[in-house]
Nanobody, 118 residues
Framework: VQLQASGGGLVQAGGSLRLSCAAS????????MGWYRQAPGKQRELVAV???????NYADSVKGRFTISGDNAKNTVYLQMNNLKPEDTAVYYC?????????????WGQGTLVTVSS
């Protein structure tokens, strides 16, 4: 399973960005997809996750500003980020929790850099 992420970039504080991540390759079933982020000198942290039934979970720091959504038909997850703050600056990594036959795996996409200037 390969994950292809896109949508990062440079934005001013208060601006918006939309990240996308598409899963492909092999015979798999998505269980959940989401995003982590890692800022310089900090540990990777969960940003948001969505399951195939539409359940979502967000980090407290992004609630009310970020919205995660999934397109099951396209095996794609989106992260709409509004009212961005400098502290949102990080490399964002998408992941997919998938089932292949009777086993479950987690796959990671390449990081995409989000930089928010003050």
């Amino acid at each position: 399973v390969q994950l292809q992420a896109s949508g990062g970039g440079l934005v001013q504080a208060g601006g918006s960005l939309r990240l996308s991540c598409a899963a492909s390759g092999g015979n798999f079933v998505i269980i959940a997809m989401g995003w982590y982020r890692q800022a310089p000198g900090k540990q990777r942290e969960l940003v948001a996750v969505v399951t195939t039934d539409g359940s979502t979970n967000y980090a407290d720091s992004v609630k009310g500003r970020f919205t995660i959504s999934g397109d099951n038909a396209k095996n794609t997850v989106y992260l709409q980020m509004n009212n961005l703050k400098p502290e949102d600056t990080a490399v964002y990594y998408c992941y997919a929790h998938v089932r292949v036959a009777v086993s479950a795996y987690i796959y990671w996409g390449q990081g995409t850099l989000v930089t928010v200037s003050s």
